[in-house]
């Protein structure tokens, strides 16, 4: 069975940081495209950050770039999103998506294949 888990998510204050997990079962997250995304409430599910397959292409949001990170951890079959300087806007539930093409984008999630449940990031005093 085909899946991936998100973790890490929490209550941060402003300026803190959190590390999301996302693991695969099921297949080999090397041989996918990985994405981020985060969907706030009342606000449409945008893209974060994503990660092409042979790792040539790293993209991020204009709002999330010098402060998040997206890396990968073949060994533990997990990409990772490293996140920094955390700001209350950036207060949503964070997804990650698979999908088996060589590029990645953060323009659009219906390309993607495969989703996590999702993990809640709240930033707040």
């Known amino acids: 069975q085909v899946q991936l888990v998100e973790s890490g998510g929490g209550l941060v204050q402003p300026g803190g940081s959190l590390r999301l997990s996302c693991t695969a079962a099921?297949?080999?997250?090397?041989?996918?495209?990985i994405g981020w995304f985060r969907q706030a409430p009342g606000k449409e599910r945008e893209g974060v950050s994503c990660?092409?397959?042979?790792?040539?292409?790293?993209y991020y949001a204009d709002s999330v770039k010098g402060r998040f990170t997206i890396s990968g951890d073949h060994g533990k079959n997990t990409v990772f999103l490293q996140m920094n300087s955390l700001k209350p806007e950036d207060t949503a539930v964070y997804y990650c998506?698979?999908?088996?093409?060589?590029?990645?984008?953060?323009?659009?999630?219906?390309?993607?294949?495969?989703w996590g449940q999702g993990t809640q990031v709240t930033v707040s005093l």
């Open positions: 998506a698979a999908m088996s093409n060589y590029y990645c984008s953060i323009s659009s999630s219906a390309i993607y294949e495969y």
């Open positions: 099921g297949f080999i997250l090397d041989y996918y495209s």
């Open positions: 990660l092409s397959k042979n790792a040539i292409t790293i």
